[in-house]
């Protein structure tokens, strides 16, 4: 109990997800308050509360573990949802029965939900709508009946942040009281927080980006330069402000520190899955035999298939994500994909200010 | 074939006149109006930060609005001594102005009481006048004198005026969740939201909620209703409280917004239009008027700062569509909308309902030529937009009991959060776009609107809105059989739309298409000079007046059926 007199407040926090971003999200709020994870195998649970880490990371020893959806719920108003985004929504499901329109939640999940008729996925549909395609926001309002929902974005990559190194981070919210309490739970001498109420946008922002971590980390496997990055960059950009804005975020939120912020982190990362999956195509091998030999699952993949999708119903061109998908699934050299993209007429820099 | 409709009228709910919230809120009027100005002025005070420069400016500025509008836009309905209360105002304001050895605190006080001349002013004009004599009588005429009428013309023969064989309620359809309504507004406070297509619309729902034997709801009428006697009579004998669009400064709009929230507190039914005015292009209204909506949501939230956590304190939503296959002010409803092509204007009186005259012609017209109208009630709902079950219990989407009062809740307690109850508004306000899309009832006269208007447009595929509307009438010609295959495909699609309850189809729509269609045809727009819809001799379906037909056809906006043209 000798902890107590550290904490600012004896309300528990809730972490759903014990990833590697989950577990330095639950030693952050460590520092301010009780923190609960949620683990779904029992022997995750059993290690973690027996010798405080899993999967050789370490968590703060005040963190307790449990596998009980129905018992964090209880014992947190605030959770964090920190969970792939393929398995997002049967995690959502799972927690809704214990739910109350009391509960805030906030997730920094950077994925999309698709919303299809039952019976139905990408391999047998080729069009899909916005209203088809869901944030995770979108995917918890859905679910539950948890309304004051918020997320995190920005430049995180969690290695940095289990060093303590300094890193900001966005929290967007439609409510005020969500971005506070985010802010009062997160914020650190090392941590920055940033409010935005354009939850879409800042979601977006997350997301949109992993397909431009993809094409550079392509470029890097290619061996090319400092230049080409610095043009996909900004090329990267446009395109995201354009997506973003068709799916119903703002502008002003891609060239914030979820959008930019994050697009210049993850650009440069050899430590982002995305960029990994991009450099080693470039370097010759396929798809499947790279996410064979993945553990956590690149985002950027299937966010490059629901665009291309999404991109059907609409009259928008995504030069990078349309040839991106190319070379995924259609086999298109990674050379030809960049000889088209050098030939593509953007003729004008930027168009959307 | 025919579908059950609500045939008999129910007993009151609540038999004793006393009992009705309505008439205690009428026996405490006095008290009432001057909660409701203490109130809002704390409201403003609270809004203005309780700075004196920042309320001066406010007054400044409705002093101003509304000299403007006393000079530039009078009506029948103000009262005589506007310009002089408003010159006093204006005296008051000059004279804290010019004292400038005034403290800060003392400005504030000064301000204050004018402001207090102000809302109490306000508060006075938008009460409502509700007198149990005049509503009882009122509903008799409504009741004796339409049936008459409506006996008259389809009981043929000598004393066809006394029959009994029709009743309104052959004429006006009550569908829907009627019961639970019923059920409901003995528990708690119901806030009945309905579709506005028609001025017909107010005296239409306050007959059905005598029919349900409810008790009277107060509602906010336009203020240019009172302008016609014969509206003004209806409106105070059917508990109406007055909103007047032209007045849009903060202090108005806090008081009328107060009056609503306290008399929803006080346990008063409320019927909102919230739409705000009536729908201009015909279609099912998207972007709803949150302002009064939210009023509801703060009333709920202050019952449960009060303590008030049982059903008595709960406001349930109700939406409410109305259907017609004909509404009277079409033509210039629908010139409106395509003249302000989204820019605010004055708000014009238009002709249809500009006298008492006009509104009687149109009345004994309506009742003695058959068209149908449809009011169906959809399922109730917290202020959060879950349904609620026979208790008035809020239920999750898997049926699962939740609490309303968690919504308010931060930290353990209930919590005063304008900028959330904000949001809470948009949610409500969506939710109720998405019910009235569900329980919308389609028309054969819409059907016939709808999918003639596609047509038409999809043969014209490079024009523009305005440009199709003003195609020659007499150039346009539909074979009937591709009308007819038409109408199926569309019919088909509402049907499959019906299988997962994103729409509703009046009984009449289950015969056969041809029959459909002509019955489609015999009653779209059925009294206008123009007809926007005819089978002419040649056997051609043909218009003469697309605008009027873009009209009817906008009823089914909304549900993406013209992708499939």
């Known amino acids: ?353 | 074939m025919e579908e059950k409709y609500i045939k008999h009228r129910y007993d009151p709910i609540l038999p004793s006149k006393d009992e009705w919230p309505v008439v205690k809120l009428a026996r405490e009027r006095k008290e009432f109006i001057k909660k409701v100005s203490d109130k809002s002025q704390e409201r403003i005070l609270n809004l203005t930060n309780h700075n004196p420069d920042i309320l001066k400016e406010e007054l400044e500025t409705t002093l101003y609005r509304e000299k403007l509008r006393v000079k530039q836009n009078p009506w029948v309905v103000d009262p005589d001594d506007e310009s002089s209360f408003w010159n006093k105002v204006k005296e008051s304001l000059l004279h804290v102005n010019s004292e400038s050895k005034l403290s800060k605190a003392d400005r504030l006080k000064e301000y204050q009481e004018v402001l207090q001349r102000i809302t109490s002013r306000y508060s006075e004009e938008i009460a409502s006048n509700f007198k149990h004599h005049h509503y009882k009588f009122t509903r008799s005429v409504v009741s004796f004198g339409f049936s008459r009428l409506l006996n008259a013309a389809r009981v043929k023969g000598f004393r066809s005026i006394f029959s009994n064989q029709y009743s309104l309620q052959d004429k006006i359809q009550i569908t829907g969740e009627t019961d639970q309504l019923r059920d409901l507004a003995t528990k708690g406070t119901v806030v009945m939201v309905p579709t506005h297509f028609s001025n017909l619309d107010s005296i239409l729902i306050g007959w059905t909620i005598s029919v349900l034997g409810l008790p009277p709801f107060i509602y906010g009428a336009g203020l240019n209703l009172f302008n016609i006697s014969i509206f003004a009579y209806f409106m105070d004998a059917l508990g109406a409280y007055k909103v007047d669009r032209r007045k849009k400064n903060l202090m108005y709009l806090e008081t009328l917004k107060t009056y609503s929230k306290e008399a929803i507190q006080f346990g008063c039914h409320s019927l909102f239009f919230p739409g705000g005015t009536r729908s201009r292009s015909g279609m099912i209204e998207s972007k709803l008027k949150l302002g009064l909506l939210s009023t509801a949501i703060e009333a709920q939230r202050a019952n449960y700062q009060k303590g008030i956590k049982d059903v008595s304190g709960k406001v349930f939503i109700v939406p409410v569509t109305i259907n017609y296959h004909f509404v009277l002010e079409a033509p210039s409803l629908i010139r409106d909308y395509l003249s302000i092509t989204g820019q605010e204007r004055y708000y014009k009186e238009n002709d249809e309902f500009s006298t008492s005259y006009k509104i009687s012609k149109f009345l004994v017209k309506f009742f003695t030529k058959g068209s149908d109208i449809s009011v169906s009630v959809g399922k109730a709902m917290d202020v959060l937009g879950n349904y609620v079950d026979e208790n008035g219990n809020s239920l999750d989407k898997k049926d699962r009991i939740i609490e309303t009062e968690d919504y308010f809740i931060s930290n353990g307690a209930v919590s005063v959060d304008s900028q959330r109850e904000e949001e809470y508004s948009n949610l409500l306000g969506k939710r109720i776009v998405e019910e009235f899309h569900k329980i919308n009832r389609v028309f054969s006269s819409h059907l016939v609107a709808f999918t003639a208007f596609e047509m038409i447009k999809s043969m014209n595929q490079k024009l523009d809105l305005f440009d199709l509307i003003r195609l020659p009438e007499e150039d346009i010609f539909l074979p009937y059989d591709e009308f007819k295959a038409s109408c199926q495909m569309v019919y088909d699609r509402i049907l499959e739309l019906k299988k997962e309850c994103q729409i509703n189809i009046a009984p009449h729509m289950k015969r056969s298409m041809d029959e459909i269609i002509a019955h489609g045809l015999s009653n779209v727009g059925m009294y206008h000079a123009k007809r926007p819809l005819i089978r002419n001799k040649d056997g051609y379906i043909v218009t003469e007046d697309m605008s009027l037909l873009y009209f009817y056809h906008n009823r089914l906006h909304g549900y993406g059926l013209e992708k499939l043209f």
């Open chain 1, 1 to 353: 109990m000798g902890m107590d007199s550290k904490n600012s407040s004896n309300k528990k926090v809730g972490v759903v997800g014990v990833g590697s971003f989950g577990t330095a999200i639950a030693n952050m709020l460590a520092e301010k308050s009780k923190v609960v994870v949620y683990a779904r195998k029992p022997e995750v649970v059993e290690e973690i509360n027996e010798k405080h880490e899993t999967q050789g990371r370490k968590l703060h020893e005040s963190i307790v573990a449990t596998f009980d959806p129905e018992q964090i719920c209880e014992q947190c108003e605030v959770l964090f949802f920190v969970v792939p985004s393929s398995g997002f929504q049967e995690v959502v499901r799972n927690f809704a029965p214990f739910l109350h329109p009391y509960h805030l939640i906030i997730h920094g999940t950077k994925g999309l939900c698709l919303d299809l008729p039952k019976g139905k996925d990408l391999s047998s549909i080729t069009k899909i709508k916005r209203s088809q395609v869901l944030t995770m926001s979108e995917v918890i309002q859905k679910e539950t009946v948890v309304v004051r929902v918020g997320c995190l974005a920005g430049p995180n990559l969690s290695k940095e942040l289990i060093k303590g190194q300094p890193a900001a981070t966005v929290v967007a919210s439609k409510y005020n009281e969500v971005i506070l309490e985010g802010q009062r739970l997160l914020r650190s001498d090392k941590f920055q927080v940033y409010g935005n109420s354009d939850i879409i946008g800042v979601e977006l922002s997350g997301v949109l980006k992993n397909i431009i971590a993809i094409a550079s980390g392509a470029l890097a496997g290619l061996g090319l330069g400092e230049n080409a990055r610095g043009l996909l960059i900004s090329r990267g950009m446009v395109e995201m402000v354009h997506l973003s804005n068709a799916l119903g975020g703002g502008v002003r939120s891609v060239i914030g520190l979820a959008g930019i912020g994050d697009l210049v982190a993850t650009c440069n990362s050899v430590d982002s899955r995305n960029f990994t999956v991009g450099y080693r195509l470039a370097k010759g091998e396929t798809l499947t035999q790279i996410q064979a030999e993945m553990e956590e699952v690149a985002e950027g993949i299937n966010t490059v298939r629901i665009i291309k999708a999404f991109l059907e119903t609409s009259d928008l061109r995504a030069p990078i994500t349309e040839n991106l998908y190319r070379v995924l699934f259609e086999d298109l050299e990674i050379e030809d994909a960049l000889q088209f993209l050098m030939k593509y007429p953007f003729n004008v820099d930027v168009d959307f200010v």
